[in-house]
């Protein structure tokens, strides 16, 4: 089946072959496998969003631990940062 080259835009139909291909090869591992996962974003994170919220969080207090430790190592350096920051900002 050739795809509709001015539909998609396409100046011609050599530049459709890879976007049919790239379609066919995603219908081939579906058919292959029916647990491929088929979800788009959209329908991912509300059949999972308890899941997602958790590992978010993890990560958010995994930085927030390893950014103190590194402010508590280098406590020097850092304040010279919040030094230059406020010079910078406009009063």
């Not at 050739?2 to 219908?27: A, D, F, H, Y």
């Not at 103190?68 to 009063?91: G, H, S, W």
Request: a positive charge.
């Amino acid at each position: 089946m050739l795809c509709n080259w001015s539909v998609i835009g396409c100046k011609s139909r050599t530049g459709c072959q890879p976007v049919e291909k790239m379609r066919k090869k995603k219908e081939q591992r579906q058919a292959a496998n029916p647990s491929y996962p088929n979800d788009r974003p959209i329908t991912f994170y509300p059949a999972h969003h308890a899941e997602i919220d958790e590992y978010l969080e993890k990560v958010k207090l995994e930085y927030e631990a390893k950014r103190q430790a590194a402010r508590d190592a280098d406590q020097v350096y850092y304040k010279k940062i919040a030094e230059a920051r406020r010079q910078m900002l406009p009063v």
